[in-house]
Structure formats: C-alpha cells, structure tokens
C-alpha cells in the first residue's frame, strides 16, 4: 500500500512540471471578414517571411514554452506603419494556435500585441499566404497601391541623414571660422 501511494506521488511530482495548456489543441472560431479582423487587429500588413527563429524558453517556473520568431522584409502596411524589418511571434505547434510560415513565401498577416510587448499572430486569424487570400488582398487593394506609391523612409536612415547635414554645417562652420581668425592673424602680423 505504502509503495502504491509513493508511486502515485511520483507521477503527480512529475505530471505536475507540464503546462496544461500545452495538451489542448487549438480550437478557435472562423474568422471574421477582412474589414472587421483589420479594425481587432494592431498590425496587418503584407511581407515576406525572411528568417524563422524556433526557440524554446522557460515562462513563468516551469512551464515551457516553445515559440517561432518570424521576420518578414519586403513589407507593405495595411494597418499602422511598421518596419522594413518586422518581427513577430506565434507558437511553435499549430496544435497551440501556431502559424507554420514558410521560408520566402508572402503572407498577409493579422498580428497583435500581447501584454509581453511582443507581437503575436495565431492560426485563429486571416494570416494566410497571399496566395490564398484573394479576399483581403481585394478588400484591400486600394490601401496596398496606395502605400506601394509612398516610399518607405525607415527612421535610422532619416537620422543618419539629420546627422551627416549637422556634422557638414558643423565642419563648414569650422573652416569659415579657423580661416576668419587666419586672415586676421596674417593682418595683424602685416600692420
């Protein structure tokens, strides 16, 4: 009897490290229309998958949590302006709600923050390839030619240029300067 109990301790010590949520399949309802997931959604865009990160990590004390961090490139905004580098997260497992992107393939993607300051896309909204979003893509046609039209100016590059006009003014400034107090050095030395 006493053997009984310390092997039924054991397995609930040990059942006791896996997260439930992790046994769940993911189960969600159909997505809404085009216009209605853009209006719940913080970021819809179209890019192209660049890079996938697979990682796993431990939250909170023992639970695991395995994820994918995707970067898209090649980016038209929809929905707010992100950069030309956007990296989102989404389970690894499409049993957990998880995206399976692939590598080089265009997507329209519906992304949203969660309270980690990540941003996140899940199998339960409209991401899908472009290929297969021939809904979105008409609903939004005219957003997307629009912002096709305006280029892009990432805000780095917009600083740098900031900075290299202040540092030519600057040197500029330096040479009218250093060549002001020439000429009156050489005056003086003259009179």
């Known amino acids: 009897m006493k053997k009984n109990i ?17 046994t769940f399949a993911c189960s969600c309802m159909r997505p809404e229309d085009p216009k209605t997931e853009m209006k719940k959604a913080d970021y819809v865009f179209i890019g192209t998958v660049h890079k996938i990160n697979n990682q796993s990590f431990m939250k909170q004390v023992f639970w695991l949590h395995s994820a994918s961090e995707i970067t898209f490139s090649n980016i038209s905004n929809i929905k707010w302006d992100v950069p030309e580098n956007f990296i989102i997260t989404t389970p690894l497992s499409s049993a957990s ?8 393939t265009e997507y329209i993607v519906y992304a949203h923050n969660n309270n980690n300051h990540e ?10 390839p472009t290929e297969f979003a021939e809904e979105d893509l008409e609903v939004f046609r005219d957003i997307i030619q ?3 039209n305006t280029s892009y100016v990432p805000k780095n590059t917009f600083e740098q240029s900031y900075m290299r006009l202040i540092f030519a003014l600057f040197v500029i400034l ?3 300067v250093f060549g002001i107090y020439k000429l009156w050095t050489v005056q003086k030395n003259t009179d």
């Open 174 to 176: 330096f040479i009218t």
């Open 97 to 104: 709600c998880g995206i399976n992107f692939q590598m080089y």
């Open 119 to 128: 941003i996140n896309a899940w199998l339960c909204w409209r991401t899908s």
């Open 146 to 148: 629009q912002n096709k």
């Open 6 to 22: 310390s092997i039924i301790l054991c397995l609930i010590f040990i059942l006791s490290f896996f997260s439930v949520s992790e």
